[in-house]
């Protein structure tokens, strides 16, 4: 059973950055996305960014010009730079990749932002 697994969360000040990272542990064959998505407390799991086979992105607008979705598609890994931290962008960040065959979730990482 292949599984996904995110890195790269953590504690970091107002206006600070993180590097997500997702790895699959195993192959998949067929994959047409990736993406990641936020549940913060309280709150519905939420879209925050995603990239297709094709290099297609696309974006939450609440992250728009401070997160950059990039992936490779020859590893199965995703990354989410995330610059300009705020503190509505606390929330664990679940990594997920789509194939024709099945739809891979990780089991996320905490982000943080606090001072």
């Known amino acids: 059973q292949v599984q996904l697994v995110e890195s790269g969360g953590g504690l970091v000040q107002p206006g600070g950055s993180l590097r997500l990272s997702c790895t699959a542990s195993?192959?998949?064959?067929?994959?047409?996305?990736m993406g990641w998505y936020r549940q913060a407390p309280g709150k519905e799991r939420e879209l925050v960014s995603s990239?297709?086979?094709?290099?297609?992105?696309n974006y939450a607008d609440s992250v728009k010009g401070r997160f950059t979705i990039s992936a490779d598609n020859a590893k199965n890994t995703t990354y989410l730079q995330m610059n300009s931290l705020k503190s509505e962008d606390t929330a664990v960040y679940y990594c997920?990749?789509?194939?024709?065959?099945?739809?891979?979730w990780g089991k996320g990482t905490l982000v943080t932002v606090s001072s």
């Open positions: 195993g192959s998949i064959f067929g994959v047409y996305a």
């Open positions: 997920k990749i789509s194939s024709y065959r099945m739809i891979y």
């Open positions: 990239i297709t086979s094709g290099g297609t992105t």
